[in-house]
């Protein structure tokens, strides 16, 4: 079936670089896009999201990108700290209401 | 934001038993929803959609007697593992979107460390 996945599985980034997350998509009918984060045994946290009809949103350090063309999804967080490391998961909302999780990219921050 | 809960978040069974887990929407009403399941270094498999007042809908491959959903409020939804295996040890994690709202932020509950001994 169509599903959400990730490029990258890990990332370790430097301690104020900035890091990108990337995702493809392949369900063309989707609409809406959400970055979560994932911390050890907790369950996911809203990060920012981003609907089919735009193609960039910026939050607090963080930037969601969307290539609806090449189905793409790209999470952006400026100035990495060290509270950033956790599991970031894409998703995508499919008719509507559900939400269906991609692979998730664990990112390291060294400090 | 919005605030769900889970209860309890740890649990240890033993095998043959049967383990309920509680979602509650804190300050909101959700008429959906969700419970996932998550194996260790994987990601949030999507099981079923809990209707308040309804059947659950349940994933394809998902045994709907297996994994009993109960929807009996619009602040609780309950799932309950029925005749518990190891291989039913998971960290299961609920969700809920506001009441009426589609295409909008889910929130998750701290989910529930299941163990079957």
């Known amino acids: 079936g169509e599903s959400v996945g990730l490029h990258l599985p890990t990332l370790s980034v430097q301690e104020g670089d900035n890091s990108i997350i990337n995702c493809a998509y392949s369900n063309s009918a989707s609409d809406y896009f959400i970055w979560y984060k994932q911390e050890s045994g907790k369950g996911p946290q809203f990060i920012i999201d981003i609907r089919s009809n735009m193609d960039k949103r910026q939050g607090q350090r963080v930037t969601v990108l969307l290539n609806k063309t090449v189905k793409h999804l790209s999470l952006q967080i400026a100035a990495t700290q060290p509270g950033d490391s956790a599991v970031y998961f894409c998703a995508e909302n499919t008719g509507g209401f559900k939400t269906i999780f991609g692979a998730g990219t664990r990112l390291f921050v060294k400090a | ?117």
């Open chain 2, 1 to 117: 934001g919005a605030v769900v809960s889970q209860h309890p978040s740890r649990v240890i069974c033993k095998s043959g038993t049967s383990v309920k887990i509680e979602c509650r929407s804190l300050d909101f009403q959700a008429t959906t929803m969700f419970w996932y399941r998550q194996f260790p270094k994987k990601s949030l498999m999507l099981m079923a959609t809990s209707n308040e007042g309804s059947k659950a809908t349940y994933e394809q491959g998902v045994e709907k007697d297996k994994f009993l959903i109960n929807h009996a409020s619009l602040t609780l939804s309950t799932l309950t593992v029925t005749s518990a295996h190891p291989e039913d040890s998971s960290f299961y994690i609920c969700s809920a979107r506001v009441r009426g709202e589609s295409n909008t932020e889910a929130f998750f509950g701290q989910g529930t460390r299941l163990t079957v001994v």
